[in-house]
């Protein structure tokens, strides 16, 4: 069964960058489509990437350019870089992952539907 394990939250400052990672605890090979999502306080979650297989990568508007989803099949890790990271970036954010299709759905319906997640990681952006 698919567990995941969130990773390298913490605080920056406006223009800084952190890298998340995502841990998981069986093979994720080809098998899922996974993602990052993030929750602000007195918000909804949104989606701010995902990827399936080894490299078909959707991003939000608000953070392309700026992070970068990889997956590393053979480690078992999903990891963000967030680069040059904004106070409207700070939230809790989760990995998150379902079955490789889910991948064809936009970034706000896979929020709802990639259902196996972790316990988030907070991260926090000061001006």
């Known amino acids: 069964q698919l567990q995941l394990e969130e990773s390298g939250g913490g605080s920056v400052q406006a223009g800084g960058s952190l890298k998340l990672s995502c841990s998981a605890s069986i093979n994720i090979k080809g098998r899922y489509c996974m993602g990052w999502f993030r929750q602000a306080s007195g918000k909804e979650r949104e989606g701010v990437a995902s990827v399936v297989g080894d490299d078909y990568a959707t991003y939000a508007d608000s953070v392309k350019g700026r992070f970068t989803i990889a997956k590393d099949s053979d480690k078992k890790i999903l990891s963000l870089q967030m680069n040059n990271l904004k106070v409207e970036d700070t939230a809790v954010y989760y990995c998150?992952?379902?079955?490789?299709?889910?991948?064809?759905?936009?970034?706000?319906?896979?929020?709802?539907?990639?259902?196996?997640r972790g316990q988030g990681t907070q991260v926090t952006v000061t001006s």
């Open positions: 998150q992952a379902g079955p490789d299709f889910l991948c064809g759905l936009d970034l706000s319906e896979q929020a709802r539907r990639l259902t196996v």
